[in-house]
Every structure is written in C-alpha cells, then in structure tokens.
DNA sequence: TATAGTTGTAACAAATATTATTACAACAAG
DNA sequence: CTTGTTGTAATAATATTTGTTACAACTATA
C-alpha cells in the first residue's frame, strides 16, 4: 500500500504555515480549508510536528508555526514525525510463518537485512530535502503560474 | 503505511520454490503451508507472478516453477510484479485540495518531482538484489542455523 | 468575569484496503 | 472417470485510514 496521506498532508501544512504565516493567522480551521480535511486531522498531525519538535502551536488564542529554521527540517524528520510506516519498518511480513518449515522459520533473518538497507536508501534521499528546498519549490511553482 | 505483506510473501514463495523443487511438487497448498496463509492467497500471488514472466504455473496436474534465470529477477521485479502500491506511486496525496489556495491547488507540482527522486532511489536499490542474492541467503541462514 | 474563538483529545462512525474463506468450474494425468 | 490441482468469483472478516461530533481546557479581550 501507498505511504499515508499524512505525510504529504504534513508537508503541505508546512509550506501553508511558511508562507500565510504573515497575513493570515495559522488555525487548523485555515490548514484544513486549504488541504480539504477534516480540522481535528490536522490538529492531530500539527500534536505530531510538535511533538517532533518541528512546530509550536497555540493553545486558547490559537495558531501554529514553525519553530526549526527550515532547512534544518528534513522530509525524513516529517515522514518519522507523523509516523507512516508501523514500528519504523516500511516492509510488512505475514504474520506467523510456519516455524517447521526452514524457509518459514528463518524468514525474517533472511530478508531483514537487505530490506533494511532498501528502507535506508529511501531515508538518506528524504533527508537530503529540506523543508527549505520544498518552499524554494513552492514559491517558484507559484510565482510560475501567474505568468 | 506498510508495503503489503504480498511483497515478502512473494519473495518467500520464491524461495521456497528453489529450495523445495526437488524434494516436492510444488502446489499452492504446499506454500501456503511454509508461509502460513491461505492457498487462494498464494494462487493470486502466483498469477501476478506469472504475469510477469516470472514463474510457470501447471493447471491441473500442478505445481509451480521459476521460469528466469534466477539472477535475472531483481527484488524490483517481484515488487512490480504484486502490485504493491497504487498506480506506481509510493506516496498517497489527499483527494480535492483546495483549488483556492495557491499551495492547494499547486501541492502536486510541488511536490511531485521530489518525491519522485525519493521513489527511486528505493526502486534502484531494490533493482540492485536479486532473487539469486536472497536464496544464497538463504541457504547461508539455513546452514548456520544447523551449527 | 463573561464571551468568543481556539486547541487537545476522546469516542465513535464511515470509508477503504487487506486478507481469508468458500465454492466450483476447468483442467491434467493416471 | 476419479483424484488432485489451478483459476477465479463471490463473499466475509479484519484492519487501517480518514472523518465527525462533542466537549473540556485554555487565552485574549471586551
């Protein structure tokens, strides 16, 4: 299956946040008009952020922001932050394998190995972006279309 | 979330074709067996398999075999091969953004070209083992376990 | 100190995806 | 023609994701 919607929901909130920050107040009512989703999604994934150490967020008078210079926010710290894949493996095994069987028994010892250094690959590409890079984008993309 | 478990159940049916030829015939029953699901299971996977050029399967009397040369199947193959993530893209957008908001409507151009980078570098990595890597693997697991 | 607007979070509901099961026609080989 | 098997549809069970409702806790301000 595909990595969760939370992480590129996660990315989109960021750019929102860097680049509203200014003439809007960031409440998760605005994040969620701009993804179209649900208020309390985002404010589950902005606990997440937080919780990561990548955004603040207001309490009573509301609004969110970014507390990391963003080119010290990495894709992989978003993707670890909102937890996507299940106990930080990206590969799912089948559950109980028949232990009478030589390839079932040994399967995980097998395989973790060379998955793990598949799983790595995509890591160490995700921290070679930063959230900075993302908004570089972002801004040229936007400033492209009114052309 | 995680890649489906049809992937390394895949690449464990895979094994235990090579390491079970000889000894038995092998019916999906026999490797539902090994993997501990259930043989409808393995059939679908078979057939995506199969699909794919990568193993022959005998209607009626039975049986299933490797039908490439085994260094000739890369881990990329089998992956391609069972379908695992949606339309070939690893990570999943939320429907609908915002068509009003200049990062909603643009978070797919955005985003696309970098994630697409990410992509790769998991599928080249994945393209570098092959299924001969993991059955000698294999093998080594199996005989360190009887020391 | 009300009031208004907001976050944090629990509880629940709906939608979707995965995996399992049952059933049976089609087939191959003795 | 019997036995064992594959191929596949239909359906069920389970798990996961996403959405919704509700409300207490909180902040700022009138």
Redesign the interface.
């Known amino acids: ?5 939370r ?3 996660a ?2 909130v960021l ?2 946040i860097e ?1 509203f920050k200014e003439e809007h107040k960031i409440t998760s009512d605005f994040l969620a ?5 649900n208020p309390v999604i985002i404010r589950k994934l902005l606990q997440q952020l937080k919780k990561a150490g990548i955004v603040a967020v207001i309490r009573g008078s509301g609004g969110a922001d970014i507390c990391k210079s963003l080119d010290a926010i990495t ?1 992989f710290d978003v993707y670890e932050a909102v937890e ?3 106990d930080g ?10 232990p009478l ?4 028994r ?2 995980h ?3 973790d ?3 793990e ?2 799983q790595m ?2 890591e ?3 921290k070679s ?1 930063t959230i900075q ?2 908004v570089n ?2 801004q040229k ?2 400033a492209e ?1 009114k052309v």
């Open positions: 299956m595909q990595i969760s919607s992480f590129t929901i990315v989109h750019i929102c680049t008009s701009s993804v179209n989703a894709l996507c894949v299940e493996k990206l590969f799912h095994f089948h559950e109980n394998p028949n069987c030589p390839v079932g040994n399967i010892s097998i395989l190995a060379r998955l250094q598949i690959a995509l160490k590409e995700m972006v890079d993302i984008d972002s993309m936007i279309e």
